[in-house]
């Protein structure tokens, strides 16, 4: 346990893992058109705001993800993982909220590199939703530490071959494989090699999407001058309004197109799956077109 921990530091072993989610400029592929470009480039609102908006919806789950993404990002990270929890006793099917106070537990941490509490909130993640990339890997960091090193670079790998070509947790996920190869004398060029060939050529989208618009370059070169943890925190706030709306209007099928594409884009294949499910359940006469959508972005029920 000790030897990888010594070699690569805390801070190297959970590289991959502290960015899973802070994917770019990826809120502004979930902008729809009711998203004003204004909006859409404000930044994350001021901690104590937050905070005090917390305190006056306490059962509110986004609300309390929201706080915990600003701890996080000022390195409070005991306080991170204390309005997760409140967000994941607010949501408890929500397997990205489990996952996120894991991490923030671990960061927490001066010494055991992998507390209970912090296994346990990757456990109950995995539960929900198999494929979660944070709680994959973290998971797989706590097999290396209990000496599994094999267990653990056959579970990075798997995540590997899952992970989109370009990802932004790619290059630290195939470096964190490296590293613990090398440190275990396991040999791994030719498995990561294989892993990332087999990322299947993109599927024609479905016709629907084309109605869905990306950034603009303004909105993307305002991304760039933003902090990822404050792109994360926009990405998932976007994916939120949006899941409101449709529930005020839930026969906008472009719309459940949408959420599916952004919840399976930020990782949340249980959420995207769920999704599916309440389009289909609003819009009976349209499954077929929704299931087909759903399928070229790899989400199934």
């Keep these: 346990m000790g030897a990888n921990m010594a ?59 929201r706080l915990g ?10 306080d991170a993982a204390s309005a997760y929890s409140r967000a994941a006793t607010a949501d408890p099917q929500n397997a990205a909220l489990w996952s996120s106070m894991g991490e923030a537990l671990v960061m927490a941490s001066e010494r055991d590199p992998m507390p209970a509490g912090a296994k346990d909130a990757f456990e109950k993640a995995i539960a929900i939703d198999p494929g979660d990339p944070r709680a994959r890997y973290f998971l797989a960091v706590d ?21 989109p ?19 275990n004398d396991i040999e791994v060029a030719a498995r990561i090699a294989q892993a990332g060939g087999k990322q299947p050529a993109p599927a024609p989208a479905h016709p629907a999407f084309d109605a869905i618009p990306g950034p ?30 449709l529930a005020t209007d839930p026969s906008n099928v472009d719309g459940w197109m949408m959420l599916m594409r952004s919840r399976k884009t930020l990782g949340q294949d249980a959420a995207a799956a769920k999704a599916l499910t309440a389009a289909i359940a609003a819009n009976p006469g349209r499954r077929a077109e929704l299931e087909a959508a759903a399928g070229q972005l790899g989400i199934r029920r």
Excluded: C
């Design 143 to 163: 097999k290396d530490l209990a000496g599994d090193h094999r267990g653990a670079i056959d579970d990075w790998l798997a995540l590997l071959a899952d992970t």
């Design 216 to 245: 603009t370059a303004e909105q993307l070169a305002a991304a760039g001058s933003i902090p990822p943890g404050e792109q994360r925190a926009m990405a998932e706030g976007m994916v939120a309004r949006l899941e409101a709306r």
């Design 7 to 65: 070699a690569i530091g805390k801070g190297g072993v959970i590289a991959a893992g502290a960015v899973i989610l802070a994917a770019g400029a990826i809120g502004y592929r979930l902008i729809d058109d009711a998203e004003t470009p204004a909006a859409a480039q404000m930044p994350g609102d001021p901690l104590d705001t937050l905070e005090r908006t917390a305190r006056d919806n306490p059962d509110d789950a986004a609300t309390w993800q």
């Design 69 to 78: 993404i600003a701890y996080f990002d000022a390195g409070r990270f005991a």
């Design 165 to 183: 070509p370009g990802a932004p947790w790619e290059a630290d996920l195939t470096r964190t494989i490296e590293q613990v190869g090398k440190i």
